[in-house]
């Protein structure tokens, strides 16, 4: 059974840094990309990144609402991604959900097929 | 920027059919694909649609996606309601290097 679990979440201030972690079990985590969304306190969904699979380069593409302060890594020895936060704002504040996806492209095209249950991101003075 | 635009709410009786419209601002809608995504109240988002019309094992077949060249629009079709679909549904497609959603229509099933 495919299993996404994030962490790391909580209240952090303005300006600061968070890193979250998406701890996979049930696949052969090296073989696919994975996606990070959020969603802010009683709003709509929102893509921040996502990391390809080695076999693709590794590479990573960002929302432009997040690019330059975001990074999304992986281990793949641990079966774990991670999302770097640094320069937090308010306006960061949400849900942050872990995805998996089946179809690698060299674009920011693609879906997720399984979601992990997201971790809260408090971002507040 | 490309924007998505779906209806705030929608509502139907159980056993019939809903269908939930997602219009692109500019361009063609069947440029690039377009996802479909449930959220049941309190829960992550599952996805029930993925490019414009294929459906995820476990999702069942009264759930369908389809493109409307001549709108402008991706369309999802849930038929033989039942109350747990109850939910938000989100539509998603892209604009140049980014994933763009639309706001989310809240389907009660009464």
């Known amino acids: 059974e495919v299993q996404l679990v994030e962490s790391g979440g909580g209240l952090v201030k303005p300006g600061r840094s968070l890193r979250l972690s998406c701890t996979a079990s049930?696949?052969?985590?090296?073989?696919?990309?994975m996606s990070w969304f959020r969603q802010a306190p009683g709003k709509g969904l929102e893509w921040v990144g996502f990391?390809?699979?080695?076999?693709?380069?590794?590479?990573?593409e960002y929302a432009a609402s997040v690019k330059g302060r975001f990074t999304i890594s992986r281990d793949d020895s641990k079966s774990i991604a991670y999302l770097q936060m640094n320069s937090l704002k308010t306006e960061d504040t949400a849900v942050y959900y872990c995805t998996r996806e089946p179809t690698t492209y060299y674009d920011s095209s693609g879906y997720p097929d399984y979601w992990g249950q997201g971790t809260l991101v408090t971002v507040s003075s | 920027n490309f924007m998505l635009t779906q209806p705030h709410s929608v509502s139907e009786s159980p056993g019939k059919t809903v269908t939930i419209s997602c219009t692109g601002s500019?361009?063609?809608?069947?440029?690039?694909?377009v996802q479909w995504y449930q959220q049941r109240p309190g829960s992550a988002p599952t996805t029930v649609i993925y490019e414009d019309n294929q459906r995820p094992s476990g999702v069942p077949d009264r759930f369908s996606g389809s493109i409307d060249s001549s709108s402008n629009s991706a369309s999802l079709t849930i038929s033989g309601l039942k109350t747990e679909d109850e939910a938000d549904y989100y539509c998603?497609?892209?604009?140049?290097?980014?994933?763009?959603f639309g706001g989310g229509t809240k389907l009660t099933v009464l």
């Open positions: 049930g696949f052969t985590f090296g073989d696919y990309a």
């Open positions: 500019s361009g063609s809608i069947a440029s690039n694909y």
């Open positions: 998603q497609s892209y604009d140049s290097s980014n994933r763009v």
């Open positions: 990391i390809r699979s080695k076999a693709y380069g590794g590479t990573t």
